[in-house]
């Protein structure tokens, strides 16, 4: 520091509240967490870089990396006894009743309002109902194994159905198991909105495909079956993302894009991290259809070809960086 910092020792320690190495309370957004006292300081705001002069404090949070670290002005800081441990409780809960009635408000806005929207529901009313009965599994299946990402079969072991197999390569496997450790284990989260998005994606995958110039076998590559398939995979993303194709840490965030973009589909929102979730899932889709044999190679082919097309531009499709969550949000998250 260049301004006059008195470090919390000798006279100036009464001048301090708190000292190094002092477990204390610290606010961070509405909610308190616990933290510990790093360096005590006291300025006189001559310092252009620190211009509020009195009692300031770096502080670590109780848990968290120390890229949290920060310095906070008194006002911020409690002392940890049981008052305050039952302020920050209060706080929690309410901040919980909050997000719960945001949830039920967005909810509410997302119910079907017109007979064919109540119609489409209705005719996939028996599809959700077996997804939502297979969720907490296969939930329990991604945190135990990271192996179930990359398996069709072990990710769906529970259903039935013809045996079909979408090869996967082994860089967006790679891709699968990252995207799991970051989200799960290092508690980061993909930036959104994507760029580009699952809708973005697929459209340069359409013009990449027409330009291309194998056309060696043009009744599988038809433009219009091709098109349908595209169309088919965005339905299907859009239907299953919320409930299949996120981890428990996002599903707050999913709350947050909801009331942040009522008017758009998640296939405009989020981008190929969570498409390429989507395709270990295929399989089980596959499965549940009565489509005969010539189809469903047929839709095999399509989708591995969209699998080869974001494996070849991964660096362009994948995020390379994923945002760190607030402390505010990993203590909700972890409570809902």
Known sequence: MTDKAVAASGSSATTLIFKPNERILCFHGPLLYEAKVVKAELRDGTDPDAPDPGPHYFVHYKGWKQTWDEWVDESRALKFNDENLAKQKALKQAA??????????????????????????SESEFQRSRKRVRESSV????????????????????????????????????????????????????????????????????EYRRASKDRRRPGRRDDEVADEIIEGLKMYFDKALGNVLLYRFERYQYQQIRERFPDKVPSDVYGAEHLLRLFVQMPSLIAHTNMDDDAVQLLRENLGEILKYMHRFMKTLFAEEYDNASPAYVAIAKAS
């Not at 997000?99 to 997302?110: L, Q």
């Open 96 to 121: 919980l009743q909050a997000s719960k009635k945001k949830s039920i408000v967005v909810a509410s806005k997302h119910t079907p309002t017109t007979p064919t929207q109540q119609r489409v529901d």
């Open 139 to 206: 939930e329990k299946a991604r945190e135990e194994d990271v192996a179930s990402l990359v398996s069709a079969q072990a990710f769906m072991s529970t259903t039935k159905g013809p045996d079909v197999k979408i090869p996967i390569p082994n860089a967006l496997k790679a891709q699968l198991v990252d995207d799991w450790e970051r989200i799960t284990k290092d508690k980061l989260l993909v930036s959104l909105p994507r760029m580009p998005t699952v809708g973005g994606l697929l459209e340069q995958y359409k």
